[in-house]
């Protein structure tokens, strides 16, 4: 996964962005460096995975508390995207948005 991305989608606007990753939502150091400085932009981050099944937990590969990351529990990249666009409406607190990841 290119960081180049996440820092485009970050200069040109977005206030989320859902990471399509492998396994538990995991990326590549280079792109988690990325994520780490839009979200000291105030851009959401969503972890997801693409993989068929199975649920990105938050703190289990990737301290989300520390970094900032919201995680998308049981969605899959196309369902938290909807779900990210949705909660943006109301607000851009990660934590008020992971509770939203945890409900629904």
């Known amino acids: 996964m290119s960081p ?3 820092t485009a989608a970050a200069a040109n606007g977005a206030k989320g962005i859902v990471i399509a990753g492998v396994g538990d939502g995991n ?3 280079p792109a ?4 780490k400085q839009v979200i000291a932009k105030g851009v959401v981050v969503v972890r997801s995975s693409r993989v068929n099944g199975g649920i990105v937990r ?10 900032g990351t919201v995680t998308s529990m ?3 990249p196309g369902k938290a995207r909807v779900l990210l666009q949705l909660a943006l ?7 008020k948005i992971q509770d ?5």
């Open 4 to 6: 180049d991305l996440i």
């Open 27 to 29: 990326m590549t150091a």
């Open 32 to 35: 988690m460096e990325a994520v």
């Open 58 to 67: 938050r703190n289990i590969e990737v301290n989300d508390d520390q970094i």
């Open 74 to 76: 049981e969605l899959n």
């Open 89 to 95: 409406v109301k607000t851009s607190d990660p934590k």
């Open 100 to 104: 939203y990841y945890d409900r629904y």
